[in-house]
């Protein structure tokens, strides 16, 4: 074809020069130029970033044939018509915004040990030493029991008293005259320990004389109160423990003991009734009811008989917890047998923390262990993983060896118990404990 040819051929011209299409041209031109006069100038930050990178410059400076939308305004797009909120490109053109993290969002599944606000108090804090307990001596001075603690100040200043060194260095004389033996095992038993098992027999017998009523609702049962006022009209019962010339300290002691078993107008039994308990024991203690000679039956007899009617009782009236973490604490009901029981297998050639997940283990040796029992009754009454519903129990298995569960424990009850207002507020003092 010849050059002529070539350039007479009717080829459509695009863009502005051509003549069929500078209405439309001009149009375009118009538009671009309102837009651009409608968007304001680009800060200096900006600037710099788009000479820096030119991928950053606004698309809308490559020439009229692009034609970017208006920024959204913040009142008019923050939420979609359905409520949602609306995600836009972020302010570099790359994608999405990623969505804020919320300040108070707590993973599913936290580490039970060191959740906050108290875990590094815990930590930081000195392991509880065992401590002797001072039999008090004539003249007596017996007073009826009251409480007065209402604040933390006043917790702080029980456990700055002697009395309240001497309760908690009792506990941890309890938990180290158990260390590494089973419950089984012979022991000295005295006459006033036979007596506490034999009381804790009756009151178990008065279970069997008090059904549960019939009712819709599984927790609280009714028929617990009945029991409570068996047992608050049993004051002879400690006549049994006590020498004719300390009887008169039964309208001090005697309130620890019916505390120690639950409430009958709540209907419910947590760590501060057991603390009850103890301080119960304690009181026999100092009127050296029982002394030291006594501390592994005290344990291995006496705290079986009463876990076991606990048990019963918590069982049959489905008795609320008092207090309870939920799933962040060790037991609904319990925390004095996970010290027992963790002093229990401090050394034990063959067992570990990690062992409870081991049903044969536990199957064979929860008669033997406070620990090994409390692991298959949380298993028992509550369905599901251990990791599930006990994350607290299910992270304690990972610590290396049961010393360190023990010291551990001892701290946590100090702090988590003894140290709580909601749970020492129902504390009781007298002239036993001061």
Same mark, same amino acid.
């Given at each position: ?89 972020? %302010? ?15 993973? $599913? ?52 008293? +002697? ?44 279970? +069997? ?5 019939? *009712? ?11 029991? *409570? ?15 004719? +010339? ?43 009811? $029982? ?28 008795? %609320? ?94 702090? %988590? ?18």
């Amino acid at each position: 074809m010849a050059e002529s040819e070539i350039n007479n051929t009717n080829v459509p011209q695009t863009g502005i020069n051509s003549e069929e299409s500078t209405p439309k041209a001009r149009l375009a031109a118009e538009e671009v130029a309102e837009k651009m006069a409608s968007t304001p100038e680009k800060c200096d930050s900006q600037k710099q970033r788009e000479e820096e990178n030119p991928m950053e410059q606004n698309p809308a400076d490559e020439g009229p044939s692009f034609q970017s939308p208006p920024p959204p305004s913040a009142a008019a797009c923050s939420r979609c018509p359905c409520g949602a909120p609306v995600n836009f490109p972020n %302010e570099d053109g790359f994608g999405l915004s990623p969505p804020p993290v919320p300040t108070n969002y707590r993973p $599913i599944r936290a580490p039970a040990l060191l959740t906050p606000p108290n875990t590094q108090a815990v930590i930081l804090a000195p392991v509880p030493q065992a401590q002797k307990v001072s039999i008090v001596s004539a003249p007596y001075s017996f007073q009826i029991p009251c409480r007065r603690i209402s604040s933390p100040t006043d917790i702080e200043h029980f456990h700055n008293s +002697d009395s309240g060194r001497s309760f908690m260095g009792f506990v941890v004389a309890l938990s180290e005259s158990i260390r590494g033996h089973k419950i089984s095992d012979e022991c000295y038993e005295s006459p006033s320990v036979k007596g506490i098992v034999e009381i804790l027999g009756i009151m178990d017998v008065w279970i +069997d004389e008090i059904p549960p009523v019939q *009712q819709p609702a599984r927790y609280g049962n009714p028929a617990f109160r009945q029991w *409570q006022d068996r047992l608050h009209q049993g004051q002879e019962l400690m006549d049994r423990l006590l020498a004719p +010339d300390i009887r008169a300290s039964i309208p001090e002691i005697f309130p620890y003991f019916t505390d120690s078993f639950g409430n009958a107008m709540r209907i419910d039994y947590g760590t501060g009734h057991e603390a009850n308990f103890a301080a119960w024991l304690f009181c026999l203690a100092r009127l050296g009811v $029982i002394t030291e000679n006594d501390y592994q039956a005290v344990v291995s007899r006496v705290f079986v008989k009463y876990l076991g009617l606990m048990r019963r009782l918590q069982t049959t009236y489905w008795l %609320e917890p008092a207090g309870s973490h939920g799933v962040w604490g060790l037991d609904d009901y319990h925390f004095l047998p996970f010290i027992f029981g963790s002093s229990q297998l401090v050394d034990h050639k063959y067992m570990k923390p990690k062992s409870i997940h081991n049903q044969d283990i536990l199957d064979s040796f929860s008669d033997e262990y406070f620990y090994l029992s409390c692991v298959t009754f949380v298993k028992k009454v509550k369905k599901g993983h251990l990791a599930e519903h006990s994350p607290m129990i299910d992270d304690i298995s990972a610590v290396p060896n049961w010393g360190k569960v023990n010291s551990g424990m001892l701290k946590m009850y100090k702090a %988590e118990v003894l140290e709580k207002v909601p749970i020492m507020q129902h504390f009781l003092f007298a002239s036993l404990i001061e």
